[in-house]
């Protein structure tokens, strides 16, 4: 079992629509669950990232953790065409001693259809 | 935050050759990282190029396929030796910023290569 899986899509959704974004873990050590977004052609983006169990929200963006579950979201309110992009979970690790790991999913296409 | 700069942006690689990666960040920062994203894969960690010491390498990546350079604290270089049809891939550089917290990494725009 991979330690970070997401479901690679592709997703389609009309603008002004909620989009939910998910992934599961395997590892419970670890400690920081991120979401990059990714445009095409280009390097993933930092987009929020969160620690505990709980919501966080960034303006249209609510990341979620459920630790009990291993499972992280993102919800993407009034989405935008803008918002097409590919989109990466990513759990973090600290082991100490400078040691630490970033651990990806495989990412999730999204379109939002003006 | 870091700007990340890669050259080339693209390239295309006849088997057996070798390209150099360039890596150049807007700031000085310690900690650089090189990854692989294969279609349809995760991003995966090559290794870690952090000033002054040599480079680690992750498991399944070996220094004689993938030398990195980091000569001073704004800029590395990755070379893909001896390529094949498997190393057609984007290689992003990534690094850790130094007034930022270890979790927040920045990526360039990485470089897309194609191996014939």
């Known amino acids: 079992q991979k330690e970070v899986e997401q479901d690679p899509g592709p997703l389609s959704v009309p603008e002004g629509a909620i989009v939910s974004l998910n992934c599961t873990y395997s590892n419970s050590a670890f400690q920081y669950f991120m979401w990059y977004r990714q445009y095409s052609r280009k390097g993933p983006e930092l987009l929020m990232y969160?620690?505990?169990?709980g919501n966080k929200e960034d303006g249209r963006f609510t990341a979620q953790v459920d630790k009990s579950s291993k499972y992280i979201s993102l919800f993407i309110r009034d989405s935008q065409p803008s918002d097409s992009a590919t989109y990466l979970c990513?759990?973090?690790?600290?082991?100490?001693?400078?040691?630490?790991?970033?651990?990806f999913g495989k990412g999730t296409k999204l379109s939002v259809i003006p | 935050s870091a700007v990340i700069s890669q050259k080339p942006s693209r390239d295309i690689c006849q088997r057996g050759t070798s390209l150099t990666i360039q890596c150049q960040v807007d700031s000085q920062v310690t900690m650089m990282f090189w990854y692989r994203q294969q279609p349809g894969q995760s991003l995966t960690l090559i290794a870690t190029?952090?000033?002054?010491?040599?480079?680690?390498?992750e498991s399944g990546f070996v220094i004689d396929k993938f030398p990195i350079s980091r000569p001073n604290l704004t800029f590395s270089t990755l070379t893909v030796s001896n390529m094949s049809p498997e190393d057609s891939s984007i290689y992003l550089c990534?690094?850790?910023?130094?007034?930022?917290?270890?979790?927040?990494?920045?990526f360039g725009p990485g470089t897309r290569l194609l191996v014939l």
């Open positions: 990534s690094v850790l910023p130094e007034d930022g917290s270890q979790e927040t990494q920045y």
């Open positions: 190029a952090n000033q002054g010491s040599e480079a680690t390498y």
């Open positions: 990513a759990i973090f690790t600290y082991s100490g001693a400078g040691s630490y790991q970033l651990t």
């Open positions: 969160t620690y505990s169990s």
